[in-house]
């Protein structure tokens, strides 16, 4: 169970000159982990003959894998084939099973075959060619001083297919990987980065399962990582610890977003949801429906940034907004009462401030947010102060009011 | 003019293990490039002391300036000025300008001083300490070899405030740039790449202009890039060819949204919209209010997801939903109308359809979306049939929409 060496040298000139970031890396190191592999080093270089050549002969020595993405297709920057023949001198030749996999796969897409696609078929010399379910140019896979090259096309889709079919079970045969690295990932509302670390029982959690952090705003997303043939069993007992300290604020499991958490709350719990977005422009529906299967708790969702749908859409008395304004805890409640008549819901949300920039006032500064719920028997108003730009304060109100639909979810649930 | 060869280091174990994707190198690169400077490589690894030596010492002697991020702040794993001392021979000792600087932050922040930062004021010797704006851990720079090496953070916004702010004045003092090299970018609607690409008027274009792709779904992005005194004007006579070939399909220049290019046009046609929403889920609504002034032109959208609330809110007939259902070409025009005459509004668009995965049938599969438009003297409805999963089907229907309304301000405005 030794360590494998493994670097990834990801080529295009869109990587250094500010077009794109760099995901393959990332994604290549997700799907590794849990065959055992993991990443040593990564490298980005244009598409330049002697760039890429460099590299290689940098990396060759030192590592037991090299993957390696982009300039595989058949356009004048896609050049990695060629320049590797020259530098592992090992001249192009035509792969009669890479031109196999061309043929086969315009046939499944019912396209015609442009001759100039089969130059996709010169692969150096000894190459294994690798199949692209998701595109047109196949990968290949070639062994030097005991390193094993694989090449792979930069199009993420199509990079991930052949990694996963073709890479990963041929690394197996030859290679075999440590223990698997699996890792489980959690977010966390309400509590700041620190104050989630302080409140992580460090010195009770196994030893060989690593902590790691990242924010995914106003989520803090925290990934429990062990590499063990043991790894289940030490993630479930890290698991059981974590939750215990902080399963209050856990709202969200793995990829899953808040809102798909909080919908199948509301899904379980039966209730019948409707909202009144105002400074938060339909954001908070947005993130419910972008899960399948909303339509089981959300009925309807009243954006009405205007004074006049406020009135004429939600009943919202004319004289509250004189009174108190369209940022206040009575607009707030009457537009809560008011979705919730129009929509006869169990339950209604009502969010309405300052995103900004503009519109703030010294008594009313940007990110002034009131939050309002109605439900039989329940009315609540809050004022939020939220800080930092427009969207910042969409985020963080829409994500409160989520926050206040879990919690009266779970009430709901007990 | 030569050019100077700089690369990226960019540290951390988060950037191999899977967790995040390097987005430093990036952010780097689009700020250099104005500054008449590109990066030739890039390199991750992890915070091990000696893969960083090693990185440093085998690109040091092939690099003018090394800008490494990460690693910078005090906890266990922020070992850069460390790792770096010993790998220099420049012990660490207690920088005078840098403990200034931390001590001027905190009070800045008006937050207590705890000792352990004290610690990010010892820096190899003979460095030049770089304030840090945006956080509290200095970053630093000194001269190997003739090659200067600086050491930023790896939280992007410290770092990019530190590169814009200290970094590129000492370059520019020190290593002045080639020419600058600018970009301009655009976003279409409506084409593919092949069909964008065969428009590119590639053979009147002027020389020194690289034209660039990238995929902003369903948008696609175009860069022109000029390296040249006389870039400026470069970028003018090929963007002046290129909107003549292509301009019915812009909608969007530089970093704008194609809502933000909407919402501009609604405005300037002084045009009061609602809309009525549904397989959309509030997805149009956000991304027009995502930027400040929708109030301008958006009074009311109303997101009936269910068909008691397109009946009880929109007034749709529910002898329309019973007969071609709530999907259908009769649904999509009632719910314009009925959202119009609730909100009083000029112009009124309504969307419904299948946004999947469930719900799809033979006669009407997953990805059926209806758009109707009503306005005075206006009624259009058309059916699409987009492909793709959940989240793409309401992409494409919302910038489908968006479309609609562009077309509708542009014709409004002649």
Not at 199 to 228: E, H, K, M, T, W
């Amino acid at each position: 169970m030794s360590l494998i060496r493994i670097a990834v040298l990801a080529t295009g000139d869109e990587l250094l000159n500010g077009s794109i970031s760099d995901t393959n890396t990332r994604d290549i190191a997700l799907l590794l982990g849990p065959a055992g592999y993991r990443l040593s080093t990564g490298r980005s270089v244009p598409d330049r003959p002697e760039q890429i050549v460099q590299a290689l002969r940098q990396l060759i020595p030192h590592h037991d894998v090299i993957i390696t993405t982009g300039g595989l297709g058949s356009t004048g920057d896609d050049l990695t084939a060629k320049t590797v023949a020259q530098a592992l001198g090992r001249p192009l030749e035509e792969n009669g099973k890479a031109l196999e996999m061309i043929h086969k796969r315009y046939a499944e897409m019912g396209r015609e075959l442009d001759p100039v696609v089969l130059r996709q078929a010169l692969l150096p010399q000894k190459s294994v060619p690798l199949p692209n379910t998701e595109g047109t140019a196949p990968g290949f896979w070639l062994r030097q001083q005991g390193c094993d090259l694989f090449f792979l096309p930069g199009v993420p889709t199509e990079m991930r297919s052949m990694l996963k079919n073709a890479v990963i079970p041929a690394l197996q045969r030859n290679k075999p990987g440590a223990a698997p690295m699996l890792t489980r990932s959690f977010g966390f509302f309400g509590l700041s980065e620190p104050q989630i670390e302080s409140r992580i029982p460090y010195a009770n959690l196994p030893q060989d399962v690593a902590v790691g952090f990242s924010l995914d705003y106003p989520l803090v997303r925290i990934s429990l990582r062990a590499a063990s043939d043991n790894a289940e069993n030490l993630l479930d007992s890290a698991e059981a610890l974590l939750v215990e300290q902080l399963g209050d604020y856990l709202v969200a499991r793995g990829d899953e977003t808040m809102a798909a958490h909080v919908g199948q709350l509301l899904r379980r719990a039966g209730i019948n949801l409707s909202l009144a977005e105002s400074c938060t422009g339909g954001l908070i529906s947005q993130m419910l429906t972008s899960v399948a299967g909303a339509s089981d708790f959300l009925a309807l969702s009243a954006i009405t940034y205007a004074d006049s749908a406020k009135i004429d859409c939600l009943g919202v008395d004319p004289d509250i907004i004189v009174t108190y304004g369209a940022v206040s805890a009575e607009c707030a409640l009457a537009m809560a009462h008011g979705v919730r008549a129009r929509s006869r819901t169990d339950l209604s949300l009502a969010v309405t401030g300052i995103a900004g920039p503009d519109g703030g006032t010294d008594e009313k500064p940007v990110g002034t947010v009131f939050l309002a719920l109605a439900a039989e028997n329940v009315d609540q108003v809050r004022c939020y102060q939220f800080k930092g730009e427009r969207q910042k304060i969409q985020q963080m109100s829409s994500c409160m009011a989520l926050e206040w639909l879990r919690r009266f979810a779970i009430e709901s649930l007990n």
